[in-house]
């Protein structure tokens, strides 16, 4: 990674610079040094209102640009001029900028743009994503092969949507829900359960993780079968995690057994 | 996150602690403080040689217990011992210690031998994982519903592996491939490939990342057509990120859309 000296203006027709910074949690002691020097170079930090509150003390004395859920690609557009004007611009999402974050509405700008792929330069500095944390505050359930799927279906088709819980329930992966549930989208968690429920028994644990390593943090384990009465204690801001055949409970953490064990038994 | 003062040998009896840390790509400017400071609380630190190596500069006056490949089983029951024994100590991974690392075989020793969830304490520090140091490194290639696949058989049968590889091909996931090919394993990620052609055009691009933030990094873009020559430029440190239908290549970058830019057409 090459980070210079940061701060000064840089001349018209100096080439840009663009970082997608991924801010993690939300709690700076999952924030990485990477980033961390990202937001210090930069002199110009966009993104959205809330997530930029996350990171206030890292601001001091840059040029924020502040906006709204929903409009992305007008950051994107906002943060390729300033770059292409010769700024040093850091693009901030929460968790990873490349799951589900500002990076794909940044290099789509890029593209339309006609992007050289060189200037101004990109760099894309990962965090730690929400299926990270709330598989670390659940215990283990990442350890087999895994999918991730947004329940959104603002900018995907529903049956695209179902089409991949189908598979994923098909192929017995873990499954992490993005966005599994609004105040507007209140079925589609549960179609998805619906779904799971065809291959998976109702006692199949599922964990919901909601302001993962923030005061508010709340993590509850509950089963697919259960959860149709518990649905209410997830929203936007919850990432669900569902186990898969496998997948057990003990010491009030869930655990997917990476298959070593089963191994062991085998050569005693 | 709780952190104490660290350091001090506990007297028996006292409760230990285990904290399971994923120390990321290999490049520190990519490591946590919640990491480095576990690493700087325990006492005793147990894990793979070489992945200790990455970190030997944040290891000094640790007791270390270095182990080798294939010994993840042994490595728990050493850790849990110990931490049984009222020692606070560390188990290190690469990348996320909870995605195909050591919390599994930890969490399943603890399991064994009854732990009641609360002693030892044990705490999950989840690191960036190598589908997200790759993604970075390639683009934005995981803006859509992606699942992580890994080609080992060595832990799980091959039937249930390729199950899972033409279920990501029907659900049209983006795929990251965990353990692709090593000397002994040389035909899993083509025939893998071959599932995915039935779904998908020989022109999906695919990334090749090997090392990355290490001085030795290579990152390779490709396509699913060209893999077959290209398969020597893949082993056992390699992540293979192999697009969905909507994937795209520009600048060098990899790029899945996330959906924004069709909605913006759709408004206008």
Redesign the interface.
Known sequence: ?TIGAGGEHLMAGSPGKLY?VGL?PG????????AR?ALAECQVVVGFRGYMDQVADLLAGKECIAMELGQ??DR?EKAVALAQAGRTVAVVSSG?A????M??????V???RG????SPQ?Q??????AL??A???L????????????LSD???PWE??Q??V???A????VVVFYNPRSQRRTWQLLEARRILLEHRPASTPVGLVRDA?RPSQRVVITNLGQLEEEIFLVDMFTTVVVGNSTT?L????M??????????AARS
């Open positions: 990674m997608l993690g709690d700076n002691l999952y924030l990485a040094p990477a020097l992305e690609l994107a990873d490349g799951i589900y974050g990076a794909a509405p940044v290099f789509r890029l593209t339309d992007w050289d792929g060189e990109v894309v500095v990962p965090g730690i994503s990270q944390s598989a670390s505050l215990g283990a359930p990442l350890m087999q092969d895994f999918c991730a799927i947004s603002l900018l995907t695209a949507i089409r991949r189908n598979a994923a098909q192929g017995d992966f390593y057990y003990h010491g009030g953490r655990i997917t057994p990476r298959g070593y064990e089963e191994k062991a």
